[in-house]
Nanobody, 122 residues
Framework: QVQLVESGGGLVQPGGSLRLSCAAS????????IGWFRQAPGKEREGVSC????????YYADSVKGRFTISRDNAKNTVYLQMNSLKPEDTAVYYC???????????????WGKGTLVTVSS
C-alpha cells in the first residue's frame, strides 16, 4: 500500500532551522505530486508547500515564502522541507501527503502520513 513516513520534527528555538523528510513507499514519486500540510491545536489543517511530478512546479503558503524550501529526490522516493527562520507560529504537526497534483493543490490528497511535531519555542 501507499505509505508515507515523516521524520525530522522536534524542538527548535525561534530563528532556528529544521529539515523534515518524508519517505514514500508503495508508489513512485515519478507519477505523483507530494507536499506538506500542518495543523496547530484549535486550527484547521493548512497547506504549506507542494511540488509536482511533471513540471516541477511548486507552491508555498504566503506565511512561509522565503523561509521554507521544498525539494524531492525521486531516486530515494523522498521529499524534504527545509525550514529556516522558524517562528513560534510555525509550531504544528506537519503531515506529508501525496496524490495527483490537481488533488494536492485543491487540498484533498488521498494519502497521508501520520505527522511529525515541530515545536518552535524558547
Amino acid at each position: 500500500q501507499v505509505q508515507l513516513v515523516e521524520s525530522g520534527g522536534g524542538l527548535v528555538q525561534p530563528g532556528g532551522s529544521l529539515r523534515l523528510s518524508c519517505a514514500a513507499s508503495g508508489f513512485t514519486l515519478d507519477y505523483y505530486a507530494i507536499g506538506w500540510f500542518r495543523q496547530a491545536p484549535g486550527k484547521e489543517r493548512e497547506g504549506v508547500s507542494c511540488i509536482s511530478s511533471s513540471d516541477g512546479s511548486t507552491y508555498y503558503a504566503d506565511s512561509v515564502k522565503g523561509r521554507f524550501t521544498i525539494s524531492r529526490d525521486n531516486a530515494k522516493n523522498t521529499v524534504y522541507l527545509q525550514m529556516n527562520s522558524l517562528k513560534p507560529e510555525d509550531t504544528a504537526v506537519y503531515y506529508c501527503a501525496t496524490d495527483y497534483f490537481e488533488s494536492l493543490v485543491a487540498g484533498a490528497p488521498n494519502y497521508w502520513g501520520k505527522g511529525t511535531l515541530v515545536t518552535v519555542s524558547s
